[in-house]
């Protein structure tokens, strides 16, 4: 089979791979759906000859398929694997991370912070932009019915994201949230919180996200350039300020943005990957008695209840992708991705 490889420098390659078979305990996937994540950006832009362990997220052995948002059917099934955990012809979603499987996080289903380090599909094992995919069978989130495999992989990190973080700081339908940055997560917070029955602020540089948020049911969609950006959201507040902000830009000026639009006893989100920030503790944090949390993907039980939520609620998810592609098409869907001012990418399998 052929699979996606990013090879450095804003260049990727699909490359022959063996078809994958299961070993024990271990599932493959046929895929149907595989996710473009803001954070594929980051291995796509590294420069060449540059490994995966600059990430922070581990090394890899030799040339790894990108993808890290799988959705697909289970295709083959290893010895060990009891039948309510995996069955043949099952839609599944993968949480995308294994770990040693013994430690308190593994056991909670948080597998990437593993005590003994984690593999993240995608990154440092092979990910889903490929036909088939094989995984640990304890990887599996089951995909409800009325959803989509495009609206499966979503979930699978940028929606799934979007959904622990609002979760983390508990979004009420009483809050206004002002949420930096309208790229796939940060438009799936959008989505989410209107859901939820909050008051969404966006903020984007791009007209063409601020749009996109406006349409999901922002109230307000500001330029960050453009605007004292603390002071309109007062503006916008009665002159509080949100009562909760979140970053999903992952840019210096995106979470100190976050920082001064919050309100007094307000909370700051921060899940954006990356780069770093720097705050007046003082006037900012201290002074405001400010709440500043981070939140890193989300848990197996996470992922399923984000899933169940989608579904329950009749949750418009495809709504959030602008382009579908084939995998012979990667190339060009990365160079349109890299851009930054589209919606969410899915290659359909």
């Known amino acids: 089979m052929r699979g996606v490889v990013f090879t450095g420098g804003r260049e990727l390659d699909l490359l022959e791979f063996p078809d994958p078979s299961p070993g024990p305990g271990e599932v493959v996937l046929e895929m149907k759906a595989s996710g473009m994540c803001g954070s594929d950006l980051r291995p796509y832009r590294m420069p060449k000859g540059e490994s995966a362990s600059a990430l922070g997220l581990g090394a890899a052995a030799g040339p790894v398929i990108a993808g890290h948002e799988p959705c697909g059917v289970v295709a083959a099934i290893g010895a060990g694997v009891e039948p309510r955990v995996a069955r043949i012809g099952a839609r599944v979603m993968v949480h995308h991370y294994k770990g040693c499987g013994l430690c308190p996080h593994c056991r909670t289903g948080w597998t990437q912070m593993c005590d003994a380090g984690s593999t993240v599909y995608g990154i440092t094992g092979h990910g889903g932009h490929a036909p088939f995919m094989k995984v640990p069978a304890s990887t599996l989130v089951p995909l409800p019915e009325p959803l989509s495999f495009a609206a499966g992989a979503a979930i699978s990190c940028g929606t799934g994201t979007a959904y622990g973080a609002l979760r983390r700081i508990k979004l009420s339908g009483t809050d206004t949230i002002a949420i930096f940055g309208q790229g796939p997560v940060g438009l799936s917070a959008t989505q989410l919180a209107r859901a939820m029955g909050a008051e969404v602020i966006a903020l984007d540089p791009a007209p063409e996200r601020r749009a996109r948020a406006s349409a999901f049911g922002a109230f307000a969609a500001l330029d960050p350039r ?30 100190s943005g976050a920082v001064r639009a919050a309100r007094k006893w307000g909370t700051v989100c921060f899940v954006g990957e990356g780069g770093n920030v720097t705050i007046e503790v003082s006037p900012e944090m201290l002074r405001k008695q400010l709440t500043i949390v981070g939140s890193w993907t989300f848990s197996t039980v996470g992922q399923a209840e984000c899933a169940r939520f989608v579904a329950e609620r009749g949750i418009a998810v495809d709504d959030l992708f602008t382009d579908r592609w084939s995998l012979a098409e990667a190339a060009q869907a990365y160079r349109l991705f890299d851009q930054q001012t589209a919606g969410k990418g899915v290659f359909l399998i």
């Open 226 to 255: 453009a605007n004292d950006t603390a002071q309109a959201i007062r503006d916008l507040t009665h002159g509080r300020g949100a009562d909760l902000a979140l970053d999903a830009s992952g840019t210096a000026e995106g979470r």
